[in-house]
């Protein structure tokens, strides 16, 4: 007795054809990632990260007082709201009459 009139070894062979194929084009596709990766590799970062490391400039320690941190997060804040812009939500449509409009000519032919 067949179950539903299916050739399981030509199936079976046609699942394993197709999973072999998707698993090839994936390994090609990282292949190729990877050789773009190494040619267009930037090669002067590290005399950036050398200097950026070695400080030559010394910051003095202070202390911030609560106050004056209030006031930064005072003028911050305010400074950052008034950027925004304040939309009064309201939508008005103006409808236009013609007597003719193309696009819903039906008088062509």
């Given at each position: 007795m067949t179950i539903l009139a299916i050739v399981w070894s030509d199936t079976l062979t046609l699942v394993a054809i197709c999973f072999t194929m998707v698993l090839v084009i994936m390994f090609l596709f990282v292949v190729i990632l990877k050789i773009f990766n190494v040619l267009l590799k930037v090669k002067h970062i590290e005399p950036i990260i050398s200097a950026v490391s070695q400080p030559s400039i010394t910051i003095p320690d202070f202390e911030i007082t609560e106050m004056e941190s209030a006031a930064i997060a005072t003028a911050l804040y305010l400074y950052l709201d008034v950027e925004h812009d304040d939309d009064s939500?309201?939508?008005?449509i103006?409808?236009?009459?013609?007597?003719?409009?193309?696009?819903?000519?039906?008088?062509i032919f």
């Open positions: 939500c309201i939508l008005t103006k409808s236009i009459h013609q007597d003719y409009i193309p696009w819903n000519n039906n008088n």
